[in-house]
């Protein structure tokens, strides 16, 4: 899971590259923000996502093959009724949010509507796969859509399509990814609905508030910089941050498989009420490890990292590489117990986190004169959680 995750990653990093280097700092700023509200419409699919991901891993531990056949095509149907109605009202919100951000082609902004709302039907497939720990499955749906995008990238920024290509790019790679997502999870799982147990649906509602919280915060927490910085700060320097927050997140991207293999084990554990907690400080200690490595990376070669990787029209910034990346580290700690918490059904926590969220973009309405302020805003507030977190679940095993 970790190694084709991160050959996945490592398509999607050079889409980034590529793009940062082709479209320069004032063109990738504004496709960074454009990616930015692909993280904001993708709340829907990621609350979709763990929902998927808790059932069908404990539907597995409890060996109830009909309740995931049934769940399937539930949630198949109505995912592609929610992609229509969430396409639409962005659609309404078209005047808002162009001139919020300053975006210059509404086409672009229209591609990313779509591809949202072709991610809520495609979210099912790899959830789906998720859950059942069918790992191998999910990696190669993954390849194939990180794979392709670099390729038709540098078709499109040649063909002079310049953000709007970029944003076409992954148009073109989702519709593969979801395609390819439908062949591999129907060899596990039968989209005919038998009929012969039904699904407690207000037992799936019931636990996607608590991860709509989750969702809505975390989203904010890595997003809201992004988005904030474009609208205060001149386009040059939005376009540096966003290479900043990019490469900080090869922290997040590093650690994710972590918790993806981590959510489905644990939830199957407690469903057949065995010990699960060795899992979780396991995975603790790895994304500990794993965010200490990088940092070590970009505190002595940020410069080099920074020329590398973009080039030496954002070597200004790269005396922040490292705070972005404690930024990003102790963000991907706090994520690890967030996702535990969903696991064991401890939900009420989450109120912590949507309190951060909104802590964080009170800080920053005011603190956002330079680079710096954003970047301690974002430290001081993640760091708060993160102990909040340690001190509840301390106080949890405790009890």
């Not at 930024?327 to 690890?336: D, G, I, M, Q, T």
């Amino acid at each position: 899971m970790f190694a084709g995750t991160m050959a996945g990653n490592f398509g999607n990093y050079v889409y980034h590259l590529i793009s940062g280097r082709w479209l320069g700092p004032v063109g990738y700023g504004e496709l960074e923000s454009l990616i930015s509200l692909f993280y904001w419409l993708g709340i829907i699919p990621g609350v979709l996502s763990l929902v998927i991901v808790k059932f069908t891993a404990q539907y597995k531990g409890e060996g109830k093959q009909n309740k995931l056949n049934s769940l399937y095509s539930y949630l198949i149907k109505k995912s592609a009724i929610g992609a229509v109605i969430m396409m639409g009202i962005m659609i309404l919100l078209t005047p808002f949010i162009l001139s919020f951000i300053h975006l210059t082609n509404p086409w672009s902004y229209y591609l990313v509507v779509a591809v949202s709302g072709m991610g809520l039907i495609g979210v099912v497939n790899g959830s789906f796969l998720q859950g059942l720990a069918a790992f191998k499955q999910m990696t190669v749906m993954r390849l194939i859509e990180a794979g392709l995008r670099p390729a038709f990238l540098i078709i499109f920024l040649f063909w002079g399509w310049g953000v709007f290509g970029a944003v076409f790019t992954v148009f073109v790679s989702s519709i593969i990814g979801i395609i390819s997502g439908f062949w591999l999870v129907n060899k596990i799982i039968s989209i005919k609905n038998d009929g012969k147990e039904l699904i407690h649906r207000k037992e799936l509602f019931f636990f996607a508030i608590p991860v709509l919280v989750y969702s809505l915060s975390f989203t904010s927490l890595y997003t809201t910089d992004v988005v904030l910085v474009r609208h205060f700060l001149s386009a040059h320097d939005a376009g540096l941050y966003a290479a900043l927050a990019t490469l900080g997140k090869i922290i997040t991207f590093t650690t994710t498989p972590i918790i993806s293999v981590m959510f489905p084990l644990i939830t199957q554990r407690k469903a057949q009420e065995e010990r699960y907690h060795k899992l979780f400080i396991l995975s603790l200690m790895m994304v500990t490890g794993l965010a200490a490595a990088i940092l070590f990376v970009y505190y002595f070669f940020p410069s080099l990292v920074m020329f590398l990787l973009y080039g030496k029209e954002y070597l200004a910034v790269s005396s922040y590489l490292f705070p972005m990346g404690v930024f990003l580290a102790l963000y991907s700690l706090a994520n690890v117990f967030a996702n535990f918490y969903l696991c064991v059904n401890k939900t009420k926590i989450m109120i912590i986190s949507l309190l951060a969220c909104a802590g964080q973009a009170i800080l920053l309405l005011f603190f956002h004169n330079n680079l710096t302020q954003i970047i301690n805003v974002n430290i001081i507030v993640v760091s708060c959680l993160l102990a909040a977190f340690l001190v509840y679940f301390l106080y949890d095993q405790r009890k």
